[in-house]
């Protein structure tokens, strides 16, 4: 049979990073690919504590149907936490708990967008939101993103130029894939153009924990008196991504509608996994916690850095990161950057194609991305080692 | 600030459920209203040990990203069942692990669904479902549903006036609300029409292990050889729905754009949940635990049914059942049915009001729907004692 399908998923792909995810399979293959954290950064001692007492003392609530809008101890604790801790949260704004951050995205453009909308990202940005905003049919438009985050004119510029902007979709801490961080006055700067030409912005923040160089600088949302800011929280790299366990926090009305969006996509998220999370809040010492693991990826991107100034040309430049999991290496104009990431394959070693992460992947771009929370101190090394020599010969 | 909201969320409302379960969540009021499996259905004892044993010895695999398709040997074990106990799945099928039922709903109308598509509905039908579709602005059209299942001429006028017809959604096992089991025959005169004008089937499953009189009826996915049905499972009423895992089996295509659609929504299902499943499935006796389940419901409708005998006037009519967790009661002509559950809210007992559960919530409807899952035997009793009396009193 011939199956028609919508208009939304015809143009849609897997993901780049799914293929390559493909050879990553194979055990053979180093993979740099990922975006796993590290799996010695999970509190699975803890976890099993919380979870056989849960299983034992409270099996029917950690079972049974619960409410869309979340587990409400754990939305009073991130609330309060969000609020004391970041400065996030006014009163005008609610607490959703959903089934990832990935979900964020989901309810948000579903909530927000027509046909035909414009949401204004980074180029590059995550791909996994932006092939969300696809689904909805949105048409995205990258602004550059400069060492110190977006690029403030070409984002006046497009906002200028569009007429139909919903959103401005932003990563401001160690942006996956670029590594940047945006600067407070850029942060300030975004706000206000948002403000101006009546836009809301997207604030995913998944690394803001993860930083283990330099000064902490506030969210976006942390400004936000004018309810105007999205903001997309995660425990996927602080406790698990497995769990699918985020949150958003937003101005009432637009958390309501995206309410009514989750009822229908899955209900609510799995309530075990939310009773866990504010578990471990509750009983554990979570700032001690994330501690350890700006202490574990410290140490990992210390290897990758070591490896890359030890293997790498001085052709291929990177931009050095104060936190997250990923490092964004650039190779030289006119070198074949797809063609370089196809080889390393062939010599089993896994990166993501720069051009992924575009919002137009047909676009030229020189730099591959390299995950480092993921692959062992030996893998990084060595794989870094691979392509080094790799570039040494072919450039 | 004045929100824009897209068009799809302008003109959906929380469901009248969950405005009723308001009034639920007060400790004195019955509510017949929930849709809960019993609180003693759960295998906690079984899942507490399977999770402790999870938590572990496979910690990591319990809690690392994991792939949107779902766990494979859930999906291999899930693919075999399906194919020896119930004929389900060709090898044109892929399975699909997804987070509840509700969300083969979301990825299918996704796939399939343009705005302005047509979904033919069961009409009262699951208003979650409804709701889905819904939100993905597809026009519904309802088909009456008899004793014994969907009115085919209805359906066939329908499929000859409608052009854009995507899909037909039906619940043929106890189905929700109106507790009707679709015929044999039936199920093959709607499948050779679905075939005949080229449109999908959407079969939601999520009672039919919940057969606790009568022979049991094959599903028709079971006669699918032209690769035309979507089939929803759900282990939300056999283990937990709490853990939010059900699965969709459907042609590859199908599946491959679900897939796709899933990624962006939540990358992949609560991973944990998923492990509990396949080792629930293959280390106890599902069979044994399924038996368990229906001597659980049988004596739970035995006391509904007994007090509706006893406490009802004869004007109020309810169709027997066979199976599943809902009666669908029917005011007589002329009664005012909105006014008797808002009386009995007065009295402490919730019910659902049966134009609810319609594509168009406004035509005029004498029934309501009650639970009989999820209150104790002494709120059943207790519950149907009041509604009744208030029956009398006011019809």
Known sequence: MDYFFSDRVLTLKPSAIREIFKYAADPAVISLSAGNPAPEAFPTRELAEISARLMVERPIDALQYSITEGYAPLREQ??????????????????LVTSGAQQV?????????????????????????????????????????????????????ALKEESRVRFIYTIPNFQNPAGVTMSMEKRRGLYELAKKYHVLILEDNPYGDLRFEGEHIEAIKSIDEDGIVIYAGSFSKVISPGMRVGYAIAPQPIIQKMVVCKQGSDVHTNIWAQMLCSEFLSNYDFDA????????????????????RRYFPAAITYHPIQGGLFLWCTLPDGADMPGFCKQAVLRKVCVVPGNAFLTDETLPC?????????????????????LGDLAKEIL
């Open 78 to 95: 991130l609330t309060e936490y969000m609020k004391k801790k970041h400065h996030i949260g006014r009163d005008f704004d609610m607490l």
């Open 105 to 157: 995205m989901d309810l948000a453009t579903k909530s927000l967008c027509n046909e035909g909308d414009v949401v204004l990202c980074e180029a590059p940005s995550f791909i996994g939101a932006l092939n969300t905003f696809r689904s909805y049919r949105a048409r995205l438009r990258g602004i550059p993103v400069e060492p110190d985050g977006i690029n403030l004119e070409e984002l006046e510029r």
């Open 366 to 386: 020189q730099s591959f991305r390299i995950n480092f929370s993921t692959p062992t101190d030996e893998q990084l090394e060595r794989g870094i080692h691979i």
């Open 289 to 308: 916690h994330l501690e350890r693991l700006r202490a574990i990826y410290r140490k990992k991107y210390g290897v990758a850095a070591d490896a890359i």
